[in-house]
């Protein structure tokens, strides 16, 4: 991957081959795409963390800020929708309370359910954040169009990374 001006690239990332290198595209690890994805993915995650460390927050906290944004959301399904450990997420949470960014109360019509709600300062965050990653976002998908950006997003959002789950089916069928 090209060095982002003004910045270094991660010492872990290798250079990706042009469009035209044929070399890479039917040997070695660069002809399997989910090492492909991953050796890609590592070098993004570098640059994103790169990227939010002014903010002081990590990648997990952004994202969780992120679907805050959103509007309340009950702990569970904050949980179940990062699809994380429930001691994960109180660790997450208790960062972010610390920081002023969420709150947690107890639900009025529940008692046993917590209330996950973003602050004042949280919002700020995420508005610094979201342009963070939308830098990052420009200079990785710089040499992509608009439309050949939504059909990598499309793509990859049907990208299954989960193990097991719900669907047992052959990988070929709709779950």
């Known amino acids: 991957m090209a060095r982002r001006p003004g910045g270094t690239a991660p010492a872990t990332s290798t250079p990706v081959s042009s469009p035209g290198d044929?070399?890479?595209?039917?040997?070695?690890?660069?002809?399997?795409l989910s090492l492909l994805l991953a050796r890609h993915g590592g070098?993004?995650?570098?640059?994103?963390?790169e990227a939010l460390t002014a903010s002081g927050?990590?990648?997990?906290?952004?994202?969780?800020l992120m679907h805050l944004d959103g509007g309340q959301l009950g702990q569970r399904d904050l949980g179940?929708?990062?699809?994380?450990?429930?001691?994960?997420?109180?660790?997450?949470?208790?960062?972010l309370e610390d920081r002023d960014l969420v709150r947690r109360r107890r639900d009025p019509a529940d008692r046993r359910r917590h209330i996950v709600e973003i602050t004042?300062?949280?919002?700020?965050?995420?508005?610094?954040?979201?342009?963070?990653?939308?830098?990052?976002e420009d200079e990785?998908?710089?040499?992509?169009n608009p439309q050949e950006?939504?059909?990598?997003?499309?793509?990859?959002?049907?990208?299954?990374?989960?193990?097991?789950g719900a669907c047992d089916a052959a990988p070929s069928t709709d779950c």
């Open 22 to 32: 044929d070399a890479c595209e039917s040997a070695g690890p660069e002809s399997r």
């Open 43 to 49: 070098v993004t995650e570098a640059w994103i963390r």
């Open 57 to 64: 927050v990590t990648p997990r906290h952004a994202i969780v």
């Open 80 to 95: 179940a929708r990062l699809s994380v450990d429930p001691s994960v997420l109180v660790a997450l949470l208790n960062a």
């Open 120 to 136: 004042e300062a949280g919002a700020a965050a995420v508005t610094k954040l979201d342009a963070a990653i939308g830098r990052v």
């Open 140 to 144: 990785l998908f710089a040499d992509l």
């Open 149 to 164: 950006r939504d059909t990598l997003h499309s793509l990859l959002a049907r990208v299954r990374t989960a193990h097991g």
